[in-house]
């Protein structure tokens, strides 16, 4: 008798372990959103090649590791287009004025953005 209550006790204890695993798995894949990343120090800026906009480059200190977050700054407002951690790699360059490779990532800057739990996405859809 003793033994069935506590292989019941087992049972939902794992259930609920296994719910909650599965939600915060769906909540992170779901809900997360790049301009939730922290912010960093400021390690390098890049001019367009008509000068118009640039690429800020910060490195950024986090639990899982180092992290890279690069964002667009027209002189007025500023966004994020790149994170990635776990990496100290900040490998920059024009491509054209709306075309940036950031760590090999060829990153149209009017509408797209990677970020390395989701990939690339583009923001216009």
């Known amino acids: 008798m003793r033994s069935k209550k506590l292989m019941t006790v087992l049972f939902f204890l794992a259930m609920f372990t296994m719910a909650f695993n599965m939600f915060g798995a769906i909540y992170d894949s779901v809900f997360y959103n790049i301009?939730?990343?922290p912010n960093g120090q400021l390690v390098a800026e890049y001019n367009s090649p008509n000068g118009k906009?640039?690429?800020l480059c910060y490195e950024v200190k986090?639990?899982?590791g180092n992290g890279v977050r690069c964002?667009?700054?027209d002189g007025e407002t500023e966004r994020n287009i790149y994170w990635n951690t776990k990496t100290n790699e900040k490998t920059i360059y024009w491509a054209d004025n709306n075309i940036a490779v950031i760590n090999g990532m060829r990153i149209d800057v009017e509408t797209v953005v990677y970020d390395s739990r989701g990939g690339i996405y583009d923001e216009t859809l």
Do not use: E
């Open 53 to 55: 906009q640039k690429i």
């Open 71 to 73: 964002s667009l700054s």
């Open 35 to 37: 301009d939730d990343v």
């Open 62 to 64: 986090t639990v899982l």
